[in-house]
């Protein structure tokens, strides 16, 4: 099981989009794949059509122990999800002790997915680490600006201390590029740097600005639901090729 944390504590740079649509090709690719919320602002249960309210039980329950895997576990048409809820935030004021190994505990015996994306909340806070503490890959969405650039390396030290206390195995797989114009030059820029600073990390597709892949959410629907033939679906699509071929060739 290919278990990935799609992770960076800056704030609307793609991960959620990145989660719901890498999650819809490997589907399409006939991969078994498990969808993790673990963001309170549950974005990826939005984007899946799923909205909480209706929810009796979140993920929250089940890192508390309240509830099974099974209880939680949603098939959104192939592809398999453990939703959020707003209320997930109050982890931080659980009085539970070594709160970081929560979601590694309640997943242990989970062996039967492919692939296992977990959409991480914009911090390194508790959440976040219980994503990092069971995952062994990263993927960082890299918004290609200037700024989101360098406060990637907050996140390379967070990731090294999440290595040395509670994760040894985990490891930054992948960047992503997300939501570039050609007509930008500072996208151009940002992509060159990283591949110099950071050679082989970057995958080579880059995700383009696309209206569709903003518009999806609205609609409950993966990118391949709402729009096939958008850029938004062929670059995920590659992208996901893309991270099957990488791990394979290993
Ligand atoms: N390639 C793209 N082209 C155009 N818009 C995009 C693209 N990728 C994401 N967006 C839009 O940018 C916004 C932020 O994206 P997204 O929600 O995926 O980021 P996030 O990192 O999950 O945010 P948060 O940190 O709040 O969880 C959303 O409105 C989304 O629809
Ligand atoms: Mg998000």
Redesign the pocket.
């Known amino acids: 099981m290919r278990i990935i944390a799609?992770s960076?504590n800056?704030?609307?740079?793609?991960?959620?989009?990145?989660?719901?649509n890498i999650a819809a090709s490997l589907s399409i690719l006939n991969k078994k794949v498990l969808v993790i919320d673990i963001?309170h602002?549950a974005?990826?249960t939005y984007?899946l059509g799923i909205n909480p309210k209706d929810l009796q039980y979140s993920i929250f329950e089940l890192l508390k122990g309240e509830i099974t895997y099974n209880d939680l576990l949603i098939d959104r048409n192939g592809i398999y999800l453990l939703p959020a809820k707003p209320d997930l935030k109050d982890l931080d004021f659980l009085p539970f002790p070594a709160k970081e190994f929560l979601l590694r505990d309640a997943m242990e015996k989970i062996n039967d997915f492919d692939y296992v994306l977990i959409?991480?909340?914009?911090s390194l806070g508790i959440l976040t680490l219980n994503a990092l503490t069971y995952a062994k890959e990263i993927f960082i969405?890299l918004?290609l600006q200037f700024l989101p650039f360098h406060g990637m390396y907050n996140l390379f030290e967070g990731v090294q201390m999440v290595k040395q206390r509670l994760n040894k195995s985990l490891e930054i797989t992948g960047i992503i590029g997300?939501?570039?114009s050609s007509t930008k030059t500072i996208n151009k820029e940002v992509l060159d740097e990283t591949e110099s600073r950071l050679p082989g990390k970057l995958f080579n597709t880059i995700?383009?600005?696309?209206?569709?892949?903003?518009?999806?959410?609205s609609w409950g629907k993966t990118i391949f639901e709402y729009k096939s033939d958008s850029?938004?679906a062929v670059?995920y699509m590659n992208l996901t090729k893309e991270i099957i071929a990488r791990y394979e060739n290993q």
């Open positions: 799609i960076n800056k704030g609307g740079v793609g991960k959620t989009t990145s989660t719901v963001d602002q974005q990826a984007h959409d991480c909340p914009p969405p918004q997300t939501m570039y995700i383009r600005e696309n209206v569709s892949l903003q518009e999806a959410p850029n938004g670059d």
